[in-house]
């Protein structure tokens, strides 16, 4: 059983070779403003630890602009384009896959871009974070021609670069037990953490943690708010923006 305890080791083994794991935070699904989004952005506000927030274009409101417009320090990231599934029956499930003409999927891109901007100007990211984390492989190479920088789903980056133009940074920990429907549990969540952070002492990857603040129950917020006030005190994380992790790339960084 993984305890808060094998978290300050872990980032102790950080601290005492004189380095910090990159932790960051996505939470996905924004689309209106409302409750769970305020609590949300307490969270991030009474903790300091910063935010990036994947907004569904075709879905999102004036509301959560007019919202998010006095969180200037709040990243926004691209989920997909209407968060609909495409896939077949038995298929997982799918929003940017090859069920669809390429052509399509990536246009429905294009014009969800242009739906964040005209709710938040230049502010967005150029960085998809596609539905159920998941997009055809096929889709990936076109991405950097149409505009995107960074791409982040869940699970170990194979590269960082899937394709040249394009950096990955991914989310390792999610809070949300989908088949039932609630918190994965402190153990589960804080196992994940912890392994992904002793692998990332090798290969240097940033570690994500991920949130869904539409669909968390009480205890899921409750160790959202304590992972990130104990994180903050821990020497041997250091807490990133997705703007720094992900900058690099708009000045033409490798
Ligand atoms: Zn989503």
């Given at each position: 059983m993984t305890t808060w305890r094998d978290l300050e080791d872990e980032a102790a083994r950080w601290a005492e070779a004189g380095r910090a794991a990159d932790l960051w935070w996505r939470d996905d699904d924004a689309a209106n403003a409302g409750p769970s989004l305020d609590r949300l952005l307490a969270i991030h506000r009474d903790t300091g630890v910063p935010l990036a927030l994947a907004v569904v274009p075709a879905k999102a409101t004036a509301a959560l602009a007019e919202r998010l417009a006095r969180e200037p320090g709040v990243d926004l990231l691209q989920?997909?384009?209407?968060?609909v599934n495409h896939a077949a029956a038995l298929e997982k499930k799918i929003e940017l896959g090859l069920q669809r003409p390429a052509m399509l999927v990536l246009g429905e891109l294009g014009t969800g871009r242009m739906a964040l901007e005209r709710l938040f100007g230049r502010r967005p990211l150029t960085v998809l974070v596609p539905p159920w984390n998941r997009i055809a492989p096929a889709l990936v190479p076109t991405l950097p021609e149409i505009g995107f920088t960074g791409l982040s789903t869940f699970?170990?980056?194979?590269?960082?670069?899937?394709?040249?133009g394009l950096l990955a940074v991914n989310t390792h920990v999610d809070l949300i037990d989908w088949k039932n429907q609630r918190f994965v549990g402190e153990a589960v969540a804080l196992g994940a953490l912890v392994s992904a952070l002793s692998r990332a002492r090798t290969s240097g990857e940033p570690i994500g943690m991920l949130s869904h603040h539409l669909a968390m129950d009480a205890e899921a917020w409750d160790f959202l708010r304590s992972m990130w006030q104990r994180a903050t005190k821990l020497p041997g994380l250091r807490l990133c923006p997705a703007h720094g992790l992900f900058g690099a790339e708009g000045e033409g960084g490798g």
């Open positions: 989920h997909g384009y209407a968060h699970g170990l980056r194979q590269r960082s670069h899937p394709v040249k």
